[in-house]
């Protein structure tokens, strides 16, 4: 375990983030309604920095023809291209394989403390595909 | 063969207006080169019509049967080389109007195995109801001249109108348990794109008769849009090359409006060629997807992951690269031993002979564009043992 210190828990509200660069990787935290998510600040495409997208919901579809605007304020959307990524399991929502590196994050002692060997997710298009 | 060399000497005398003096390409000379295939054939695209007038009028109910119908002939660009081949005109009436000649040309002597026939109607006429009986007539007519028990090797199209959906279901529902026919076949023009809404009951009866949808450029009587969104190409020439990539709105219309994703089981068949475009294209629709797909929620794949289990194109003599080495590499690239069927456009001029079909290509490669493809698609072994 390598935990870091990213900032005092009283800087991240719920609906903000902070991204620092621990270990040489750089880390966003978001505070979803009270529930921590860390992640790369790497859109596993193209290499954009995830964290300057835009927190969002999305449409889905229950059956032909129909729209419904579901998981309001757990859709991550990358900078660059637009994909979709569903916090907090960073799961891509228009090309599954795809992942976002997803890292432990716990609060001690009013200190929010991320992981940064415990990163799991894809990095590039081949590991996406397997 | 004198008939052939007849014409040849009296080339520079003015044919006057017997289409068959015009036809400059002839069957036998188009038949030749290439690489004849070991394997056997499924000929998808054979385009036959009534003998006259009155051999079709027959099959018009009362109400029709003294209407004047139009041409069909609002066709712009007259063909230099001629419409059909020189062989298929006969005494007995037009090119693809003869059972027996065009048995004996594609079976007898062309090493044809099976033949899917796709009659044209008059494409889209303002009278929704005359077009619908038109469409009616076409069946009633395929089915009594065609698709008897003497040409068991002759399978069949079911003509829809689908700018009257209702009308056109019921064409569907009234010759889908009839063993002869094999397909649903719809013209290319429309006045909107097939992914519309309007258009699902048609596209939900043919898939739930398991009937591919053959989409075809049809007769043209001055309603339809323009062939191109930019007007009037000047000839033949660039008309005949541009038309097939109309597939291009109707396809990305079945995706995007979700048809394919409602109707796992529906096949459509793009019939005019222009195969060659579709590479590009999905590279396109690929790209944006992943960033576009909110606006359509029910579009569950890429682009381009339907079009193994969905769609399938006919091959066409113009489509692909001339150079043999590029052309391997290009069909691999697009899958092609899994996406094109072959069709031969008799008795039309650009007639495409099974010899030239990708020559070059592997042998297993080219069984499934001539045969297994095909067989699969209309279900063609159906009742054979394996």
Known sequence: MTE????????LPPGSRVVVSVDR????????????????????????????????????????????????????????????FKLPEGRSLVDPPYLLSTYEVRVLDGQVLVDTASGRGTRTRAEART | MSAAGAARREGTELAGDDPARLATVSLETAARGGRPP?????DASVHVRPRSQAEFRAYLPRLWKTRRLPSGDGYYYPNPAGNHLRET??????????????????????GVDRVVLHP??????????????????????????WLGPTHD????????????PVAAVAEIERWAAHPGFVQVGVPMQSLQPYGKRQFWPVWEAAAAHGLPVCVHADAETGVEHAPTPAGYLHTHFGHAAVAPFMFVNHLTSLMTEGVLDHLPGLRVVFADGGFDLLGPMMWRLDKDYRAMRVDMPWMTRLPSEYLAEQVRFVAHRMDGPDDAAVAGEWLSMVDAD????????????????????YPDAAAEARERILHGNATRLYELDRGETA
């Open chain 1, 4 to 11: 870091r210190v990213v900032c005092a828990t009283e800087d």
């Open chain 1, 25 to 84: 990787i750089e880390i966003g935290v978001f505070n979803i309604g009270g529930e921590l998510v860390a992640i790369r600040n790497r859109c596993p495409h193209a290499g954009a920095p995830m964290c300057d997208g835009l927190l969002t919901g999305t449409v889905v579809s229950d059956g032909p023809q129909q729209r419904r605007w579901a998981h309001d304020g757990e859709i991550l959307r990358c900078p660059w291209h637009g994909w979709e």
């Open chain 2, 38 to 42: 070991a394997c056997a054939i499924v």
């Open chain 2, 89 to 110: 005109y006969s005494d007995a009436g037009p090119p693809g109007s003869d059972p027996d000649l065009l048995h004996r040309h594609l079976i007898t002597d062309g």
């Open chain 2, 120 to 145: 044209l109607t008059l494409g889209l006429l303002p009278d929704i109801d005359l077009l619908g009986a038109v469409c009616s007539a076409t069946n009633a007519w395929l089915a009594d001249t």
């Open chain 2, 153 to 164: 090797r002759f399978h069949g199209t079911i003509r829809v109108a689908p700018g009257d």
């Open chain 2, 338 to 357: 899994r996406l094109l069927v072959y069709g031969s456009n008799y008795p039309n001029w650009d007639f495409l002979p099974p010899g030239l079909v």
